[in-house]
């Protein structure tokens, strides 16, 4: 009976674990489309927009042009920066990105490096 609690009380810590590094991977960043401007919102890749001017953000992933990307990794390096890795599926492949993103507001962010670095996204409405 001992080791069955013990068992019981390890599958819970673990389990918050799990929880809590499933809670880490989220960017504070709103899921929806984000583009370079509001021309570009609700046209999507399909339609005449072209590559890293338009971004779909879900809960723990990012979609680009060519490219789907799971967050693996989110760390807070003050109030508006912040450092996430990227595995993205692009073409058959699976590279791994390192972004750097300075948030301004929460409709606002700068990509300061990776894929469409040094530009500004705003959330489409």
């Not at 779909?56 to 109030?79: D, N, P």
């Amino acid at each position: 009976m001992r080791f069955l609690g013990c068992g019981l009380a390890l599958t819970i810590a673990l389990g918050a674990v799990a929880l809590a590094h499933a809670n880490d991977v989220r960017l504070p960043l709103f899921h929806g489309e984000w583009a370079l401007n509001g021309e570009h919102c609700g046209k999507g890749y399909g339609r005449g927009v072209a590559e890293d001017q338009f971004i779909e953000i879900g809960r723990g992933s990012f979609r680009m042009y060519e490219s789907v990307c799971r967050i693996t990794q989110v760390r807070k390096l003050s109030q508006t920066d912040w450092s996430t890795v990227l595995d993205c599926q692009s073409e058959g492949e699976v590279v791994t990105q390192g972004w750097s993103i300075k948030k301004h507001s929460p409709y606002r962010f700068t990509v300061l490096n990776g894929a469409g670095g040094g530009r500004e996204y705003r959330l489409c409405r």
